[in-house]
């Protein structure tokens, strides 16, 4: 499932690529052309309605949020209806929703190369490193070790901690 993409204005949503790339605040302001104020304003902003469209992204797919990192734009959580975990990411594809299976079919798959092709993208956006051998992965082995790297890095959130993993 893909959404727009999320509570950011596409100016906002420029600024957000720029920060994940490393850009500093100054830099986003010379690039874009615009003052520092207006950046710190963005930037200020932006982490909240990232937090919001994720959780209503959750909310929506009836998906328990157990983790969010809202500077990667990732919320990792439990699907309630299918019984699986799942990963919101937030991209400039949108709002993707993935679910983790292992029906491992995908040589009989017509989206096969399309799904591997966002695979790989969604890593690279979410900063997770992939080999050459793991990009040569079936989407379907390669989605599990996209899930494992993420969860591997996710703190489940017992009662003592907070959900949300607030980044700047």
């Known amino acids: 499932m893909s959404l727009h993409n999320g ?4 100016r906002q949503f420029v600024v957000w690529n720029m920060l994940r790339e490393g850009f500093s605040q100054s830099e986003i302001a010379r690039r874009l052309n615009i003052t520092r104020q207006a950046v710190n304003q963005m930037v200020n902003s932006i982490p909240e309605k990232i937090t919001m469209a994720l959780m209503d992204a959750a ?7 157990r983790y969010i990192d809202n500077k990667r734009g990732i919320l990792f959580g439990w699907s309630i209806d299918f019984q699986t975990e ?5 991209s400039s594809e949108g709002l993707q929703i993935w679910y983790q299976h292992n029906l491992g079919n995908c040589a009989i798959c017509q989206n096969m190369r399309e799904c591997k092709k966002t695979l790989i993208k969604t890593a690279k956006i979410l900063g997770i490193p992939l080999t050459w051998r793991e990009r040569r992965l079936s ?5 599990s070790l996209i899930f494992s790297k ?5 703190r489940y959130v017992n ?9 700047h």
């Open 7 to 10: 509570y950011l204005t596409s």
């Open 150 to 154: 993420i969860k591997a890095e996710a």
């Open 159 to 167: 009662h003592n901690e907070s959900l949300i993993k607030m980044q």
């Open 59 to 65: 909310k929506l797919n009836r998906i328990e949020p």
């Open 86 to 90: 799942t990963i919101i990411a937030l």
């Open 139 to 143: 989407p379907s082995k390669l989605s």
